[in-house]
């Protein structure tokens, strides 16, 4: 794998070839992973590959162009065509990106683990061995996915800006169960392989699949409603977009357009963007080399402020600066979001406690094709799956079948009841295209009016 050193005089090649206000940013990763289905081996891949974005910002317009590799005449390149899109922009007049922020010093994380990125297939291989041992002793079937990364990053600018970062991720799923009938999941992501029980996981996904009795049919209306950690993550990601997109907000399409100041979720509601928070996957800086720090975004069910990268600050006005949260250089289309989100617990000890008050609902352990409908509302529709089940009087009483949902993720949050004190991780590794691990840190909760609309 290509050192700092290697990608940070990358990055700074990049810039020179580029000329005049440019930024350049150098990535390289490597990852294994190795993937079951029906408790047989399908696939593994062992993957190792660099990455430069050179970003030319001219009369206020950006142009972006990547190159696969780190020789100055594939630098060059890149750089004449990032230049070509910012000049041919320029024809339709000044454009809105106010220059490249100014070098600021980024603090250090503990976001790298030095055996993690050492690792290679064969530990992979050993790690479904023991996912596998622990399906066949319950004599269940079992498709899995192990994987681990190391990613190392450079970022310099015309500016001075001069920086570099590392970081590494692992991440077990497991899905348990035939493909006809009642299945159970599981999943952990850590900073470092090391710390995720592969057997412990796999146990998980096969208890929730051996549950007793058959699955029972839920009708369409609003139920009281246990959304176990993977759940909530899922909803959570997915309003970052809606809510705290600065850009989105600063033209008045965001969910909390006009709404900052004002109660938009209980009062037991406090959600922030934590890089440094333990147990999430951090990050030094964006993508534009600004620094990461924490910011809050919900607090005691108070909205509270969205983040910026470079050009929706200024678009945002009123002296707003970058937050740290650019995940392109030059500003995505989709805008600035949070990637470390941190939903705090809190009270109850578990997932039986939060049940305990409920004398009929569901217990959701995962949500799956989870999509918006209105943005603006924050409303979405996905449906449940693999780990669905009725709560009677007070106890998750066995599996229901799964359900489409359709509900506003704010309003969710306004009918939140109660959380568990310990939140976890859980984490959205991509396995195509560049990797970029990142997770939401989060309880379980319980709230009220989950609306089921349809069966599956």
């Not at 490249?100 to 690792?119: K, S």
């Not at 603006?376 to 669905?388: H, S």
Request: aromatic share 4%; net charge neutral; proline share 5%.
């Amino acid at each position: 794998m290509r050192s700092a050193d290697e990608l940070l005089d990358a990055a700074r090649r990049g810039v020179r070839a580029a000329g005049g206000e440019a930024l350049a940013r150098a990535v390289g990763e490597r990852s294994v992973t190795a993937r079951l289905a029906r408790s047989a081996p399908t696939q593994a891949t062992d993957v190792e590959r660099v990455r430069v974005e050179i970003l030319c910002v001219r009369d206020g317009h950006t142009g972006l162009a990547v190159a696969t590799g780190l020789d100055d005449a594939a630098l060059a390149a890149a750089a004449r065509r990032a230049h070509d899109v910012a000049a041919a922009a320029g024809h339709a007049g000044p454009g809105d990106f106010p220059g490249l922020p100014a070098p600021a010093v980024a603090r250090g994380h503990d976001g790298f683990d030095a055996a993690t990125a050492a690792l290679d297939a064969r530990h992979a291989g050993g790690e479904l061995g023991a996912a596998l041992a622990e399906s066949e002793r319950a004599g269940v079937e079992l498709a899995a996915t192990w994987t681990a990364g190391a990613v190392t990053e450079a970022v310099a600018s015309s500016r001075g800006l001069e920086a570099t970062d590392a970081v590494t991720d692992a991440q077990f799923k497991a899905v348990a169960g035939p493909l006809a009938g009642p299945r159970g999941y599981a999943a952990r992501t850590a900073v470092g392989a090391g710390a995720i029980d592969v057997a412990a996981v796999a146990h998980e996904a096969i208890g929730r699949a051996s549950s007793r009795g058959r699955p029972v049919a839920i009708g369409c209306n609003e139920v009281t409603v246990v959304l176990g950690p993977d759940a909530v993550a899922e909803l959570l990601d997915l309003l970052g977009a809606m809510a705290f997109d600065g850009r989105a907000h600063a033209e008045g399409r965001g969910a909390l357009s006009g709404r900052l100041g004002q109660r938009v979720a209980a009062p037991g509601i406090s959600l922030s963007d934590s890089v440094r928070f333990p147990g999430t996957l951090p990050r030094a800086f964006d993508a534009e080399g600004v620094p990461k720090a924490p910011i809050p975004l919900i607090q005691d069910g108070v909205a509270h402020r969205v983040v910026h990268d470079v050009r929706s600050a200024a678009r945002a006005g009123g002296g707003q600066a970058s937050t740290g949260h650019a995940t392109t250089p030059g500003g995505a289309v989709a805008g600035p979001g949070p990637r470390n989100l941190v939903l705090a617990g809190g009270g109850a000890t578990n997932e039986a406690e939060l049940a305990a008050p409920v004398e009929r609902g569901l217990y959701v352990t995962r949500l799956w094709y989870l999509n918006p409908v209105r943005a603006k509302e924050t409303l979405v529709t996905g449906v449940t799956r693999e780990g669905t089940f009725l709560i009677e009087d007070g106890r998750i009483a066995g599996p229901a079948h799964e359900v489409r949902v359709t509900d506003s993720v704010l309003r969710l949050l306004s009918a939140t009841e109660a959380l568990t004190r310990q939140p976890r991780l859980v984490g959205t590794t991509q396995f195509y295209g560049p990797r970029f691990a990142h997770g939401v840190v989060c309880p379980a909760l319980r709230a009220s009016g989950f609306r089921v609309t349809a069966a599956v």
